[in-house]
């Protein structure tokens, strides 16, 4: 029999799933309203946030504005941002930072005491607030769980995964729970008026990713099956320079290498990106992890090369020393193997300005979402931005909200779970990175499509079926995009379409239809002409 828990149903009850950047701030910002913030591993654990190492996108510095920083979003955004959210993001900044600075985060200053920033790739401004260099996200986390710890209001349930929601027509009134790598373990189910789904990004449905285990777009998935609108799916990031050295997350080599005069090679020597692009190495991200991409498909394999920075490697960029040592490389003397790692989804629930979803008592906030900032190409350190920015507003929508008086009501789904094939993970995982990556085709994506869909609607393993429901949906909206934009690339239709220039809005029964038409079962020429 299922066991049930509930907490109280009063009017303050609130579930927020996810212990990152989004769920913590979004937890802190409703305090003192009660919340259960839902992770699926320990805090501090298992989420993305705690990994970045750049810091936090903000017009902070004299001289700078929120326009422009608006601008550089746009500029970088493959033509499909949603501007009045980009300017929304970046008029709210300053008031974000200020908070995380009451929460504790120490960010560096100058020497007058003023936020320090630095400069990323495509901004036009000094404007990234870090912490001891590259630790923001450590630094971040650290603050928030410790702020998180004391407060009373706040109670939190780790190493507990969200598998499915619970829903009444088109409200969503609770979640069914599993305990973490226990897939013969009872469900829990957990009614709530208003859930907050800041679950992170997609990137472990990638055999080659940045992100933690966490990352398996289960929040998106579980969304998608209750009947959510999903935006801009098919568009995720891929960071260029990954190390290729047998660890899965890839540890990163910050592009801040290059920066410094590191170069990327084949296994012959030669510098591949010279005939790519003016810029080399130091192109745009989505260019730069195309060309190691087809370096390494061309047999001729793809290497960082930071030997030239010699013996300041150790003391300039002490985590990047410490990866390849521990891989059994030293950076200072032999080019490191690279590949492109999935880093980053544009894409995810769909959600207006305030943070709510397609359906009642769902919001969604952070990687798991997608509020138009960043179209088709994120530009650095705005994620964390992002996160933050929703998170507040989500706090002050469900603050504002007067729940209906209704009981709540749980309905039993499915609790029956087999254990996770591994064969058939692994093989999802090889497939989304060779045949939904970095570089697309027709072809591919409709046999990843065809796949997927079949992943999801055979196996008794919910975390799996979770896992192919986001594979599907990502895969189906790559094969619908005809054309090249931002982070999608597909060689078929290597140009930007000016008739394509718009934001994918698209729900999982879109994604099975979409499939079933490969099978035979609807024409494909229908769907693909929208009709
Ligand atoms: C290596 C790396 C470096 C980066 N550097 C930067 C940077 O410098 N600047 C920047 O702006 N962005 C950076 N990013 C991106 C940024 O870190 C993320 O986009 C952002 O942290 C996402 O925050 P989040 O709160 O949405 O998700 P996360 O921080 O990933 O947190 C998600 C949480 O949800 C939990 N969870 C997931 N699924 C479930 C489930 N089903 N049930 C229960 N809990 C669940 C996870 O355990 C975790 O607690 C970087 C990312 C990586 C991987």
Redesign the pocket.
Known sequence: MTEIFQTDFTRADVVI???????LFCALKLAPRPVTV????PLGE????????????AAVAEGDSAEAHAADTIAVGGGIVDEEVALGLAREAGARIHDLLEYGVPFDRDLEGRLAVSREAAHSARRIVHVQGDM??KAIIAALIEAVRKTPSIKVIED????ALLTDGDTVTGLQLRKAGDATAKPLMLASRAIVL????I?HLYAVT???V???G??LA?AARAGAIIADPEFVQFHPTALNVGRDPAP?ATEALRGEGATLINAKGGRFMLALNPLAELAPRDIVARGVFDEIAAGRGAFLDATSLGAHLAEKFPGFHAKCLSAGFDPATQPIPIAPAA??HMGGIAVDRHGRTSLKGLWA????SSTGAHGANRL??????E?VVYAARIADDINGNVFAAHALRLTETTPRNCAMPPLTEANLRAMMASHVGVVRNGDQLAEAVQAFAAIERDTGNIALRNMATTALIVAASAWSRRESRGAHFCSDYPAEDPAQRKRTMTTLAEARRIAASMAGDEPVAKLASGA
């Open positions: 799933v996810g212990g990152g950047l989004a769920g839902i992770s699926a591993a298992g989420a993305s946030s705690a990994w970045a190492q750049g810091g936090i996108a923001a996200g507990y995964v969200a598998e800041a679950t992170g990004g990137g940045t992100n933690p966490e990352a398996s289960l929040g579980i990163l880093h980053y906030g952070g990687e798991v650095a350190s705005n994620s964390l931005l996160a």
